[in-house]
């Protein structure tokens, strides 16, 4: 065997011994939050389909007329010859709908973030990042050459003092990066701060809107919305919005910038034309969906009030994302277990996904769960009281 293949097997043995080893399980929707997994079906409380679009007509409606008309994909990344028109027209929807100059389409959100930093940043830059900033983020922080650092969870006055470090003075430009809705404590950022501190502080900002893309602020399309002060917006297609994909909505001047710079737009293929189509209608549906946020939002508050009742930690969670706290790996674990032999599906989330003592459930609510389901979650979590008293 190699060195590496051994190196290879001696970590994958500690992965199991740890019980943090990984595997995909495959799943079948069934019917709304309902999903097949491992032969049982179970309700989806593991889900970043917010408003349950994924299998709206619409989406899959427009997904097929683009499918038919344009093909499977586009064939080159949009610079060669990829650029379909259809791209036009869903960025300067969403351009609109953003309140922002233009917006860019690409590909995973992952990928953008990976690479945005690499193209706005470099060896004279400085990086702040919000410590619970996605990891694509912290990726791309780290790809760009600068120095960096994480400021305490939601902190401004910490963020503040980083920024008046000598690492940041002596930097050529500065950025402080992060998530509006924070994606495993369902907690918010105050964006108006950040952009108060960015400017009192000469520095960008980069705000990653991908969890309240279709759930909060102006039409339904994130906290950063009519927001121009943001240097760069990112946002998903593949969560409340229901497809893939994802968006940066920023001035012209940053699109062309990035459109000559930024390496996980030039060197990938453009978004295949259903993607699109899904898109597309998604952004016609989502602003018309007031009611639905409305219903989420209650769901996410009566989920949280029930946890709370319980005695369960939820952090600082306002949002529809509700961690369930229970420390230990070994606990998040047998919770998680519990709720699938009840019917429900609700993954726990360990280091190094989060820090170490703060295992927990990342509860997903969405719009589509039925009354009987959230009542079916909340029974479930009162026996799972009663085995541990
Ligand atoms: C805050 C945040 N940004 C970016 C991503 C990556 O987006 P995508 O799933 O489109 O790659 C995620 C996905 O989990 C996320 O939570």
Redesign the pocket.
């Known amino acids: 065997m190699s060195n590496l293949a051994t190196l290879q097997q001696q970590m994958l043995v500690e992965r199991q011994n740890s019980r943090r080893f990984r595997k995909l399980t495959t799943t079948t929707p069934v019917n709304g939050m309902q999903i097949l997994r491992d032969g049982q079906t179970l309700v989806n409380f593991s889900s970043n389909d917010y408003l349950g679009i994924s299998q709206h007509p619409l989406l899959k409606e427009r997904a097929t007329e683009w499918l038919e008309k344009y093909g499977t994909g586009c064939g080159a990344s949009r610079l060669i010859s990829g650029n379909f028109d259809i791209f036009d027209r869903v960025e300067e929807k969403l351009a609109k709908l953003k309140g922002t100059e233009t917006a860019l389409v690409m590909g ?4 953008t ?1 990976v690479s945005l930093l690499p193209a706005v940043a470099n060896d004279k830059s400085f990086i702040c990042c919000d410590r619970l900033s ?1 990891n ?2 912290l990726q791309g922080a780290i790809l760009s050459q600068s120095s960096w650092t994480r400021f305490h969870h939601n902190d401004v006055l910490d963020l503040k003092k980083r920024l008046e470090s000598s690492a940041s003075a002596n930097a050529e430009n500065r950025w402080i990066v992060s ?1 509006s809705v924070f ?1 495993m404590d369902g907690d918010v950022a105050d964006i108006d701060q950040l952009i108060s501190t960015a400017n009192h502080h000469d520095a960008q900002l980069l705000i ?1 809107d ?2 309240a893309t279709g759930v909060l602020g102006v039409n339904g399309m994130g906290l950063t919305s009519f927001k121009p002060e943001i240097d760069l917006i ?1 946002g ?1 297609f ?1 969560k409340a919005l229901g497809s ?3 968006y940066v909505a920023c001035s012209k001047q940053m699109r062309d910038y990035l459109i000559n710079f930024c390496g996980g737009l030039i060197y990938s293929t453009a978004l295949p034309p259903p993607i699109l189509g899904a898109i597309d209608a998604a952004l016609d549906l989502v602003p018309t969906l007031d009611a639905e946020r409305k219903r989420l939002s209650e769901l996410a508050t009566f989920a949280r009030n029930e946890l709370q009742s319980m005695g369960f930690s939820t952090l600082n969670s306002s949002t529809q994302i509700i961690p369930i706290v229970t420390g230990s790996e070994e606990s998040a674990l047998q919770l998680s277990q519990h709720l699938e032999e009840r019917g429900i599906l609700a993954l726990p989330i360990r280091p190094p996904t989060v820090s170490n003592s703060t295992s927990r459930i990342r509860l997903s609510i969405s719009a589509a769960h039925t009354d009987e389901q959230m009542e079916s979650l909340v029974s479930a979590l009162k026996d799972w009281g009663q085995v541990k008293r």
């Open positions: 995973a959100g992952f990928q973030n996605h694509s983020l998530e994606s990653d991908a969890h990112v998903t593949g893939y994909g994802s």
